[in-house]
């Protein structure tokens, strides 16, 4: 079976809601799926053993929450080239965070990315939960192109 990996910071919640209903997805397409915060991942090896890895952050300020670039320097460490991967967060009207991820896992780490980061308005997640799972099954597709 498949692995993936959910890898999120959040200030209030919602980009952690974002990340379970991704992972609902992935999980209704038969893939395991772990869930773990940014503070929470101590060291690159943590990372390796899973076939997609999938980032998440919401927007402060025009900019990705500070864990997450944090974790992003730690994450460069980790070989995830080639690999599967997903860039999402909670926004409220830029939203610049999950673009900025998306773009870092694609130059940077060299992963193969689903074809766009998802981005979700607090506000408006209910209208937005089958958007997340459908991102989740996105990327379960891409694991078994
Ligand atoms: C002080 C502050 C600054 C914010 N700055 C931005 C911003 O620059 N762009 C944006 O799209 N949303 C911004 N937001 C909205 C948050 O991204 C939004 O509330 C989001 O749902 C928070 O996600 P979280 O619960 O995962 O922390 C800001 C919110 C606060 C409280």
């Not at 974002?18 to 990372?47: P, Q």
């Not at 009207?93 to 981005?119: C, N, Q």
């Not at 607090?122 to 192109?145: E, F, N, R, V």
Request: hydrophobic share 45%; charged share 25%.
């Amino acid at each position: 079976m498949a692995k993936a990996l959910i890898v999120y910071a959040t200030r209030t919640g919602e980009t952690e809601k974002i990340g379970e209903l991704i992972a609902e997805g992935l999980r209704f397409s038969g893939v395991e799926v772990d869930m773990i915060k940014t503070t929470d991942v101590k060291n690159a090896n943590e990372l390796n053993g899973y076939d997609a890895v999938i980032l998440g952050a919401p927007t402060y300020h025009g900019d990705m929450i500070q864990g997450m670039k944090t974790f992003l320097f730690l994450a460069e460490k980790a070989d995830l080239e080639g690999k599967v991967g997903g860039a999402f967060g909670a926004f409220g009207w830029s939203g610049e965070a999950p673009d900025r991820i998306y773009d870092t896992m694609l130059h940077i780490f060299k992963m193969k990315m689903v074809g766009t980061p998802l981005r979700l308005k607090a506000s408006t997640l209910g209208g937005g939960i089958q958007m997340a799972q459908g991102y989740g099954k996105d990327i379960a597709k891409l694991l078994t192109a």
